[in-house]
């Protein structure tokens, strides 16, 4: 008889402080959940702050106990009849462990690639496939698959399931800005929250989560903790510059070898990194060899807002800083999120400048208004609808906005003994970019150069 895996009644999930699993026990033991032991919650981020390596379990224990933490509070402030607490409480903590099962090894760099070689297929589509397979188990804990999956089905789901996920202010998003931040130590995010304070404000509508009123200014300071976790962190220039690595070396390797999709999202992390490194295919082999080498790359070539960009004419080997209008800067991300279209561009760079491929590497954080958190009902004293958070302080919204267009960054990153030729040259850049993505660029650079680009790209 297969032993199970030893698991305490208790768990220390850092930086909550314990958190009661007894009830989770039989889903804790299976394979599919063991598996997010060896999963890394900020995936290859880990080569920029090398203390980032907690892994999905971790999380998903910290969204258990946060959600059971934000839903006793609204218990205890008489939301939700009380003929059917015990029953959703145990829904929505078996939803909080499962709600990332299907992660693909080293997460959204992964899924990124192959959301674009399969349309259609993503973790969300494989956590409900893995959860259904767990149907006896979680049986055996007191909720079904079903509705388990239809809690997690943002869209077209049952509402309660936004406690959990999909919601600015459910379990999931405020626990996992606090941990990264944690444990990444991400230095330049002061902001910091207190949940129960947060909970405190928070009210259920019966169709999504609320905030009261006078809880407006905690919020205020959850949002602009969420803008610049990513600005500072997820969407760091070098850590997109890590993830774009990993992309590049795994969309190579999986049309080398025919590596599907599916069969993708089955290996574990430690199998797919010993694939690549061991990969015939010199490029996949450059690529995973960069990724662990520090310095290997740097940003040549910057394209930003106009207005953010830096106000110094660069000289000697600085790289170039481009200032581009933000109609550009949308429209650039939204072609470029495309990874496959990254690709293409980087061989084309990579012709002109007589580099290998592995050597020139092109990052984009997405369209801005991605950027800025989602907005948050607010109900006044008794309950009534009063707006929303932007409505009652639009002077917050501007400062997102703000905060996001500070933040976008395209650049092109190329080796440190090529950096300051390819910086040189970016009027050719800049011109195979237009062609590459039809996006004309008008631009500036630096104080005192100040172009119209109208040269025919090449």
Known sequence: ???????????????????????????????????????????????????????RLGHSLGVVEMTTRLIQELFRRDFFPESERAQLMQDLRIAALLHDLGHAPYGHPSEYVAKFLEMGYDHKVKTAELIRQLDSTIRKCGSSSDRIVQLLDEKNGAPEGKLVYGSPTGGDKILYLLQDKYFAGVLDVSETVDPPTLFGYSCWTGKELAIARQGIPAFEVLGRLFMNMYLHCYFKPECLAAQRLWEKGIEVYMRETGLSVREMYEMREFELESALAASDVRMVRECHKRLSEFGSLEAAVTLKVRGV????????????EVGIRPEHATGLSEF???PLNRTKLEKKLAVQYSLSEDGVVVTTTPDLPKLVPKDIPVVDETGVDAGTIFEQSPEHKESLQRLARKGYSFIVWAPTNARERVAAGYKEV????????KVELTYDVGARERKLFTEPAK
């Open 309 to 320: 960009e830096s106000k110094k004419t660069p000289v000697g080997d600085s790289p170039k």
């Open 430 to 437: 800049c011109a195979i970019i237009e062609a590459e993505s």
């Open 336 to 338: 470029y999120e495309n």
């Open 1 to 55: 008889m297969e032993m199970p895996v030893f698991s305490p009644k208790r768990r220390e999930v850092m930086p909550l402080g314990w958190a009661d699993i007894s009830d989770l026990i039989p889903l804790l033991n299976t394979p599919e959940v063991q598996r997010l032991e060896q999963s890394t919650q900020l995936g290859v981020n880990y080569k920029v702050f090398p203390t980032a390596t907690h892994k």
